[in-house]
């Protein structure tokens, strides 16, 4: 019976021993965890992160700051054609392919009936219904307004206009709300002649906010017309 106590208690003794060792190893593998926690990687060793001469750290995430694309690592739509399009389409319509507002310009970029038909468009209907003819509709009119103001650009582009810089995609974003005889009379009149929209959005505003865009892939054509293949 004594045998058996001393044998019972041995057990019982190493079976608390381990549980004692288990604890004390569970905490200090949970401490070395947390501590590595808060030790510095090697970010030089990162792909994503780029080290200038100056040991400055540019992270290389999409920013809306060209600035923080100094090694051109990186595609900065802000500034490209495809920044240009959604920049107006937001201004005009939200992005919003069938909206039509309450002087009845239609889709995501505001055409009036007249500016559709010019560009060969009958169908108001199919017009708003269809996102990609509304996407080559405003393609064509900008290779309309920068046939009809080539000149402008090519005699303007730089130069400071009632204290905004003229580019050529600020010229044709301001064709695209007030046509392009409204842009040719505020220029040339040196900003003398103000020219609004009906809600009072003025050529200014357009030629100011749309400066400095990749535009010139666009090429000028008089008989540009909207077509949709399916």
Request: net charge positive.
């Amino acid at each position: 019976m004594h045998r058996q106590y001393q044998d019972g208690d041995s057990a019982w003794k190493l079976q608390y021993m381990i549980n004692r060792w288990s604890f004390y190893i569970g905490i200090m593998m949970i401490v070395g965890f947390i501590s590595s926690a808060f030790k510095p990687s090697n970010n030089l060793e990162k792909k994503w992160f780029h080290v200038s001469e100056k040991e400055e750290l540019l992270y290389q995430f999409p920013s809306e700051k060209p600035s923080d694309y100094i090694n051109q690592s990186l595609l900065y739509l802000g500034k490209h054609f495809v920044g240009f399009k959604e920049a107006i389409a937001i201004r005009e319509s939200q992005g919003q392919y069938r909206l039509v507002n309450s002087l009845g310009y239609m889709g995501k970029y505001q055409f009036g009936t007249s500016a559709l038909r010019f560009i060969g468009i009958n169908n108001n209907a199919e017009f708003l219904n269809n996102p990609q003819l509304q996407e080559k509709a405003f393609v064509a009119l900008l290779k309309i307004n920068k046939s009809k103001l080539q000149d402008l650009i090519e005699d303007y582009r730089g130069k400071t206009i009632d204290g905004v810089r003229i580019t050529e995609s600020g010229i044709l974003a301001a064709a695209h709300l007030g046509g392009a005889g409204s842009v040719r009379r505020y220029i040339e009149s040196n900003g003398k002649k103000k020219c609004r929209d009906g809600f009072g959005t003025s050529v200014k505003s357009y030629l100011k906010q749309f400066s400095g865009y990749e535009t010139q892939n666009i090429k000028a054509d008089s008989t540009a017309k909207a077509r949709c293949y399916n």
